[in-house]
């Protein structure tokens, strides 16, 4: 089944008085449990297709479906909602709340987003700590920890909510080579463990190679450069 | 909402020098406005009290054109027992009304029998008075305390003891003009001496209201003004409206009112100053208004503009803007429930200690009136929900903005 099926979406900019194609006629589809990555030079519209199937843009034109809604037609308030329900993000800066311990850093989403009952989030935050080795941190601050600490934290975040599809535009950007390859495994382990799908974005070649499906995007052109079957 | 409370807190904690001046701006804004109004609020109820319970009463009922003559003391105006038996029946009709008291207004010449000077004196009905004017009896500084003027005696003022070195138990003489242009004097003993209060009457003398009649030799029971006392002074305005669609009715031949009713305030220049104070009690609230709107307003698009990436992932992470805005506004409403709950905590013991310190002040001719600041509770919850709402609408503009923040835009922000 498609988790995500792009057919002909294209993104348009207005920069000053030209028009500036971002994404060119996009084909494509992604199954659930995938583990996906944009590849691509920086400009090359790797970020502006994970904004889109993120829902914190539209298209211009096209039909973009994610878990099975049409996404092109949801007004602000709907997209939010559709994103707390389905969708997790991780970051290249890993965008932790510095107020926030560690826990209440991934608990976040189900208090703010979510509004789950106490009881359930603390079995929920420690079941996620657990996933992802950073349960003897829960209590420190994100200043306290390493930067591949902090995109555990951020992975544990983004599957809290039991999304189906966790977007990640550049997550071992900030990350030391041996530390991006562990957290691309954590994340490939989760995807395993808890069947979601992975969409990543890289122009690291050692990492995308990590990657079971890779889309090469160059100056807003799409194509299939590996994979095509589901993994796991 | 508990949960979003504490994070709300953690983000005031984050900066908590910019937190800590905000709320001690807060905090001083509300101990100068308590401060003042328990000391301004304090002096003008001390004031109003001392002329209304012993002076004027609220309100004073006298036949039509009396008042823009009083400096003569027309007793030619003085209302005739028909007409005082309509204005019993009218003020026994109003169940807001406690007391009244009817007096005769006069001037006279009082005398040492070595010196001669002018007085103006209240003939009354002790008993009456007493009910009407509780407080008279208090300005008594010399004689016998407690007690109103008996037949043959007199309450003297002050300055005409003193000037003309007069005392409790000496003999004086009266001498009065009545209506017909006959000129009476008696003796009588002075009873006591009473303090002066600023305003008009504050220096006059009180004598039996019969003794009054004697010497104006007045025969029935004419009387120049009625003083009513109200069991709630707030209920003034209704009163005056009940007694006045009353009496209002009662012409003369001509179609012209008989009767005029003035107010304490009416009659009383202090009523000035009252409203002079009122008036920068005013501005006083404006400027904590204002204080608190500035200040809370500069944190909060401060804080805003501090976490655009923040306000980014979390509306990336599907948090919806009501719940953006709503952290936010509850980021303002602590500052200012902590400003204002700091600002009375100070402010009453600042009364208290203002209370044991008793200060002094003049006033007037007045001296030694003891400052005794009071801070009613509606006076703390008001200055308390005008700086916690004002502090929620100083947040709303910044937390609108952070609602309606483009996640793309806001996670972009450097």
Redesign the interface.
Known sequence: MNLVEAIQIEKTYLSGEAQVSAIKHADFSIETASFVSFVGPSGSGKSTLL?MI?C??HPSSGSLTVAGKDVNSLD??SA??????H???I?Q?F?L????TIAENIE??L???QNWPQQKRQQRVNELMDAVGISDQASKYPDQLSGGQKQRVAIA?ALV?HAKLILADEPTANLDHDTAYRIIDLMKKMRNDYGTTFIFSTHDPKIMDAAEIIYTLEDGQIKQTKGGTKHG | MG??VR?AA??L??YRRRTALTTLLITIGVVAMLLFLSASGSFKAMMVGQITDSMLGHLQVHRKGYVSSIESLPLTMNMKPQMISKVEASLKSINEIEAWSPRIKLGAMFSNFAQTTSIRLNGIDPEKEMATCPELMKRIIQGEMNKLPEPGKILIPELIAKGLKVSPGDSIVLVATNKDGSVNGINFIVQGVLEGISGPGGRDGYMHINDARQLLRIDDNEVSEIVVRLKKPGTLKRVMSKIKTSLGEITSQKGKPVFEIHSWEKLSPFSNIAKMIDLMTLFIKIMLVSIVLISVMNVMIMAVYERI??I??????????S?ILK?FVIEGFLLGLLGAIMGTLISIISILVLQQAEITFAFGRQTGLVLYPLISLSDIAFASIVVVVVSVLASLQPAWKASRMN??DA?RHV
């Open positions: 904004n993120g914190l843009d602000r308030y939010a909602k559709f994103r707390g329900e969708i997790g993000f970051f800066d965008n709340i510095p107020v926030l976040y989403p208090i703010m987003v975040r909510t | 949960r979003i994070i953690r983000n904690l984050r990436r923040e980014g992932t979390i509306a990336a992470m599907g948090t919806l803007p719940n952290l996640p793309i996670l």
